[in-house]
């Protein structure tokens, strides 16, 4: 009596000739038989252990520990009397007439192993007992089971405020400068809300299909529900967000490159290179006046770099004219992996760099106090105290950028499928939308008002608000460096997986169709880092786009029409989620309104 898979037990006769028949993985009136009538009539032993992985898995079960003494085909197993029957091992001698080519010679090798390793047993206990690693693949089958979840809540609510913490944390202050301070706090919360609505409604819409564990995405939703121009739409934002993403890591990377080498330059030729009067902030956009009285202690502050650098240096090694074209020669050869594996695996370094930037604006601000004046004019005479308005007229700024700084829409679904309790999902949503939204109001808040200079000297990337001389914005930027390095390749495989797979369905057609999107991909990029350096600008329109589109716009329709087709469709129910939708699209027109006033 032996074992076949963890559990089964088999003791019959066998015909001792074996055929082959190619498809069917199994051999007729042979060792194997009809494997899968035996997984029919004894499943309960045959299941394999629960995969940690929920959804549809795939177990690969093997025949590795399957020692027959024998078996019939013909008969049928009916009853523990015929099992508990002992029989003499099955005699292959009928093999050595098998050809040794082809399938069938590679079967006949095999088969003669299983009767080697019979033979070097030393006990008939042990017959046919064939070691794992020599078992042929034809021996497996592949057995889909629906396993549960493993991840816990916490892990949960980590994932997603992990996922939505991007590049648009080094542009919250710059945000809240653009729509005013009590506006910008304001407004970073109605974001939050209405991103957290259409997310639940996304959440609730699969749940209620009973699509959560099916391993469908959203866009296949909406192509149920809409039909097929949405699923395009879904298709394209995504699209459009992983473009949006790439040329904004192409800008961040040539900037830190370029601080970076500043900083090293600097301090090789200036070993005792400082900060004059250990002001570490600067205002690059704006020149440095002539100063008086109160004013001359503050004078390196207003300069983009507090020391003089060398004319060829400058020429040579320019942030928005050559830097973007040396990164290619470092970007470049890590693009054009089939695997993105290697860099999966440096997607930790996400979470240090926002905990570092969270620690290094609380540095700062303690260092630098807070330097706020609501009383309507400005202090004359100190530069630390100019007025600060409530609201501007460019907080459609702000809101674009909220709207790709929340957007979660598109992996909302695969992070939540695998919660251990699905029933939490709802909770842990709220959770991390409520992480994200104090993480970024702390980030902007907390530089905005703690800046001593002009508020209107903020960029929309913080660091360039800090002198390339400052040790802890040179840990930041080079931890930052390395790791966009990581995901920049990332950014651009799941964008060219989607794209051709989407036209020529294959993530991989041939080296020319890789090789050639690459090509274009880095173009766009450069010409954005050279011609529209402005991380707030593209923010800002890929995040209202996108979020009109695929995080408001079809989570409000498929809603609508899901009630719709049950006939509990409302008017307050069209009219709440038709504004939700205008205000969608007004968000979006609102980002070429200001055009030039930001």
């Known amino acids: ?82 099992l508990e029957r002992r029989r003499q091992p099955v005699d292959f001698s009928s093999l050595r007439s098998v050809g040794s080519s082809g399938e069938m010679g590679s079967t006949s090798a095999v088969l003669h192993r299983y009767r080697y390793y019979s033979r070097l047993a030393p006990h008939t206990d042990s017959a046919f007992q064939m070691p794992d690693h020599v078992v042929p693949p034809d021996f497996y ?38 729509a005013g301070f009590a506006t910008g706090i304001s407004l970073l919360l109605l974001m939050a809300i209405l991103m957290f609505y259409t997310s639940y409604r996304i959440l609730k819409a699969m749940q209620s299909m009973g699509k959560l564990d099916s391993g469908i995405d959203f866009s296949d939703v909406c192509h149920m529900i809409l039909g097929r121009w949405a699923q395009v739409l879904a298709v394209v934002s995504s699209l459009l967000t992983l473009l949006g993403g790439a040329i904004v ?115 700062k601000a303690s260092k630098w106090g807070f330097h706020l004046n609501f009383q309507g004019v ?31 829409q598109n992996c909302v679904i695969s992070i939540c499928r695998n919660q251990r309790h699905p029933e939490n999902n709802i909770r842990d949503l709220t959770i991390a939308y409520i992480l994200v939204a104090v993480t970024y109001i702390y980030m902007g808040v907390m530089f905005y008002s703690a800046f001593p200079l002009n508020k209107d000297c903020i960029e929309d990337n913080l660091l360039n608000n800090i002198a390339d001389t400052d040790i802890m914005a040179f840990v930041a930027r080079i931890g930052l460096f390395f790791q966009m390095i990581c995901v920049f390749p990332l950014l651009l495989y799941i964008f060219r997986a989607q794209l051709l797979f989407s036209l020529f369905g294959d993530v991989w057609p041939s080296v020319k169709h890789v090789l050639g ?68 699209l007004a968000n979006f027109i609102g980002q070429f309104l200001i055009l030039g006033k930001t």
């Open 1 to 82: 009596m032996r074992r076949l898979g963890p559990s089964m037990m088999v003791r019959e006769r066998v015909n001792p000739t074996i055929r082959v028949r190619r498809g069917h993985r199994l051999l007729s009136g042979g060792l194997l038989g009809n494997f899968s009538r035996w997984c029919a009539w004894y499943p309960d032993r045959f299941a394999p252990s629960p995969s940690s992985v929920p959804g549809i898995d795939h177990h690969w079960m093997t025949c590795s520990s399957l020692t027959v003494h024998s078996i019939d085909l013909t008969r049928d197993i009916r009853s523990p009397d015929q």
């Open 141 to 178: 089958i592949v057995v889909p089971i629906i396993t549960e979840g493993k991840q816990s809540s916490l892990i949960t609510i980590f994932s997603l405020w992990n996922t939505m913490m991007g590049t648009s944390i080094l542009s919250m202050p710059w945000a809240i400068r653009q």
């Open 249 to 363: 890591y192409w800008i961040l990377l040539s900037n830190f490159f370029f601080n970076v080498v500043n900083f090293i330059y600097h301090h090789s030729s200036s070993p005792h290179s400082s900060v004059s009067n250990g002001t570490d902030y600067v205002c690059p956009s704006m020149s440095p006046p002539s100063h008086h009285g109160n004013h001359s202690n503050h004078s390196g502050s207003f300069l983009a770099s507090p020391h003089p650098h060398d004319e060829v240096y400058d020429r040579v090694w320019d942030e928005q004219y050559t830097v973007p074209f040396f990164l290619i020669a470092v970007v470049g050869p890590l693009i054009n992996f089939k695997s993105p594996t290697f860099f999966t695996k440096f997607n930790a370094l996400g979470t240090l760099s926002v905990t570092y930037l969270v620690s290094f604006v609380a540095v």
């Open 378 to 408: 400005d202090i004359p005479n100190d530069l630390h105290n100019i007025y600060i308005p409530d609201f501007r007229g460019t907080f459609a700024a702000l809101t674009g950028i909220a709207a790709l700084a929340y957007f979660v």
């Open 517 to 584: 999107l690459n090509v274009l991909l880095v173009a766009v990029c450069v010409v954005f880092a050279v011609f529209l350096p402005h991380i707030g600008s593209i923010i800002g329109f890929v995040g209202a786009f996108c979020g009109f589109s695929y995080a408001i716009l079809l989570p409000c329709l498929v809603h609508m029409r899901t009630l719709f087709n049950n006939g509990e469709l409302s008017i307050l129910t069209v009219v709440f989620h038709s504004t939700l939708i205008l205000l969608g």
